[in-house]
Each structure stands twice: as C-alpha cells, then as structure tokens.
C-alpha cells in the first residue's frame, strides 16, 4: 500500500475547489473548504500533509491563513496560489509562511508538481 498525502484546500471559488480535488483525487487523499477560518478547524480535527490555500479570500485572507498554519502546524507543507501573485512571494518562501507558491490558472501538471513534489519545495512553480 502506497502512501497518499492528505491535502486541505482552501479557496473561495467552488469551480477551482472541485477543478483541485479532482486534480489530486487518484494520487491524494483531499479535502476542501470555502474558508481559512474553517480550514484551521478542520486541521485541529485532524492532521493533513499539505494545505493548498488561494492568496485573496473574504474573511483570511492566504498569506494570513497559511502563517498561522505555519505557526500551529509546522510540519504540514504549505502552497500559496494565487491569480496574481504578491511581489513578496519568494520572500513568503524565505520566512517560512509557505513552501511553494503557483499563480493562477494552473494546469493539472503544475498542481501534481506542486503538491506531489512536497520534498522539494522551496522553488517557484
């Protein structure tokens, strides 16, 4: 039996939340949620590998979202996306708020990358 990472999405927008889980559906096994507030619920309940955040959400926003992750959870890996990325974004990498960021639209391959590739980030997608 091989291992199947646990991934938390957290975005805004229905269609990209189901256009991810179905991306990652075969090779994850993932969860997604409308909301930071409710994402950070959802991992007191329960451990996840990565948390896949969108940048710009009502409510908390990304970055906010993914440095409390960082602080309370610092082993799961994080993944910022975003339509238009923050010009700090390498600098997000740097301070340990996120592993790996992607800008918006992502193909299937890029999200798999970014996702699967949990060993390596630290690079720009």
């Known amino acids: 039996m091989s291992f199947k990472p646990r ?3 957290v975005d805004d927008e229905l ?7 179905r991306i990652l559906r075969a090779p994850t096994e993932s969860q997604s949620v409308a909301d930071a507030e409710t994402g ?7 451990p996840f590998d990565v948390v896949v955040s969108d940048c710009s959400m009502a409510g908390m926003d990304g970055v906010t979202f993914l440095s409390e992750v960082a602080r309370r959870w610092p082993a799961t890996r994080r ?3 975003s339509g238009s990325l923050p010009e700090d974004a390498d600098d997000l990498v740097a301070r340990g708020i996120c592993h790996a960021y992607g ?3 992502l ?3 890029a999200v798999l990358s970014l996702v699967m590739g949990a060993e390596s980030f630290g690079t720009a997608a």
């Open 79 to 81: 993944i910022l996306l």
């Open 15 to 21: 269609l990209l939340r189901r256009l991810l889980e």
């Open 103 to 105: 800008a918006k639209p």
């Open 7 to 9: 991934v938390l999405i």
């Open 40 to 46: 950070l619920l959802l991992l007191e309940q329960q």
């Open 107 to 109: 193909g299937a391959k």
